[in-house]
């Protein structure tokens, strides 16, 4: 009897009940935060899975070298990829493809051959800073970065003025092969749209969202980034998106899908509210769209 009286009282004591909530509660938020990421890892295969059956293979980043790609990674902030197809076409006319090269060449011949990429000042500076970079961490060939983690790696690359998360990671994805996520305005859109997210979301975590996603796997994340850009810049756009004609309408959450009377009434109205001004986010692009 008094060891049932003392199972009674240890059972259902204030201390005990208190413990089995403290208990409780620790055990269900890793377990929601668990099951959040698992559902957004699904939900962000199954985009990829759309989008490629709908795109195809896009074969990025078109380039000859990893320094092109570098080189178009900080040409293209701000500016749409044909500008700086053109600026790319002029640095090589002049042979100046190297970071060697672009070191021995005066700012103001560099700054004249990339002027179709906008902020050619600025993006010359940048330019040098890259080529600085790139001669005193490998003598100039990124081939050798290969001896470094990818972690350190970008923690170099974005101490390199000019050089943000996106623009390091593009580097690190599409010139040195590295496994990482590119996070730019167009996968915020997208994943905000299809609440992937919800709220403000940082820079970092949408990184880890994309990451874990498809793990190791470079040509899935290079595909994926890809993938991405096409699709905003073919039907996400920013006010006035395709829904009704884009390959994910149907894994739009319920209510938020634009039919294509909604698209069309939006179009008008954004047309009228902008009196005819371009949109200007849709002319940024982050990395080298379609040919
Ligand atoms: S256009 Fe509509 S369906 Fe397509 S990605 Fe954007 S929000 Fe989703």
Redesign the pocket.
Known sequence: MAALAGLFTIHYSPFTIHHQRSAKILYQEPGRDIEAAMNRREKIIRIYDALESHFGDLGWWPADTPFEVMVGAVLTQNTAWANVAKAITRIKEKGLLSPQAMLRTTDSKLAERIRPAGYFRVKTKRLKELCRFLMNECGGDPGLFSRIGTGSLREKLLLVNGIGPETADSILLYALDRPVFVVDAYTR??FG??RIFSGEVSYDDLKDAGESAFSEDRKKLNQMHALIVE??KK???KNS???G?????S??PKG???SPEKTKRNKERTTKGNNGRKDIENSRRSGPGSR
């Open positions: 859109r997208i749209r299809h699709t905003a039907y996400c756009k998106p395709k829904c004609k884009c390959p994910l309408f894994f739009m938020r899908a634009k």
